[in-house]
């Protein structure tokens, strides 16, 4: 069975730093794309970064550029996303995502499975 658990969210002020994680099990991890994408409350899913099989190959939205960097550790079967600079406009759930087919990133991915997702709060 695939899992995608993520964990790390919480309430954070504007301006902080927050990492979250996710846990990977049920397939081989180190085969796939990744990527991270949010949900902001009433809005639709926004995809946020995206990094290929082993890592050396990254991509993010623009507004994220410089604030957020995203990496994995294929040996601990794990997705992160280390969030600085955090601005109330970050606060969302965020989910991560498996590429279906792709070691690689692509324009237009398909996920196949998901996380349950963390939520994000940037208040002060």
């Known amino acids: 069975e695939v899992l995608l658990v993520e964990s790390g969210g919480g309430l954070v002020r504007p301006g902080g730093s927050l990492r979250v994680s996710c846990a990977a099990s049920g397939f081989r991890f180190s085969a796939y794309a990744m990527s991270w994408v949010r949900q902001v409350p009433g809005k639709g899913l926004e995809w946020v970064s995206g990094i290929n099989w082993d890592g050396d190959t990254t991509s993010y939205t623009e507004s994220m550029k410089g604030r957020f960097t995203i990496s994995r550790d294929n040996a601990k079967n794990t997705l992160y996303l280390q969030m600085d600079s955090l601005r109330s406009d970050d606060t969302a759930v965020y989910y991560c995502?498996?590429?279906?087919?792709?070691?690689?990133?692509?324009?237009?991915?398909?996920?196949?499975?998901w996380g349950q997702g963390t939520q994000v709060t940037v208040s002060s």
């Open positions: 995502a498996k590429d279906r087919d792709n070691s690689d990133l692509v324009s237009n991915p398909d996920y196949d499975y």
